[in-house]
Nanobody, 121 residues
Framework: QVQLVESGGGLAQAGGSLRLSCEAS????????MGWFRQAPGKEREFVAR????????GYSDPVKGRFTISRDNAKNTVYLQMNSLKPEDTAVYYC??????????????WGQGTQVTVSS
């Protein structure tokens, strides 16, 4: 079992920055790939970014590429999402997730409770 707790959300102005953190419980954090997802009101949850176990493989969705940076610190059982040049359309609840690479895709088994990010124009 992995329990995930996000923090760092809040209110930011367009063009500003926020840094989200997701701390995992347990000693198996370093064996999981980690991802960030978001869900805006009235929309489906969407992928934002992912990072492999080693941190060497990273991927981003097109809307955030070049603005967001995912990283992890396995010694601290924490994954981060640095969000720069924020836009109002980044407003959403952000979730972190832990998973494994299965076959040809990542499958996420554990999810945090989410943290609200609101970007004002």
């Amino acid at each position: 079992q992995v329990q995930l707790v996000e923090s760092g959300g809040g209110l930011a102005q367009a063009g500003g920055s926020l840094r989200l953190s997701c701390e995992a419980s347990g000693r198996t954090f370093s064996s999981y790939a980690m991802g960030w997802f978001r869900q805006a009101p009235g929309k489906e949850r969407e992928f934002v970014a992912r990072i492999s176990v080693s941190g060497q493989s990273i991927g981003y969705s097109d809307p955030v590429k070049g603005r967001f940076t995912i990283s992890r610190d396995n010694a601290k059982n924490t994954v981060y999402l640095q969000m720069n040049s924020l836009k109002p359309e980044d407003t959403a609840v952000y979730y972190c997730a832990a998973g494994k690479f299965v076959g040809v895709r990542y499958e996420y088994s554990y999810w945090g409770q989410g943290t609200q990010v609101t970007v004002s124009s």
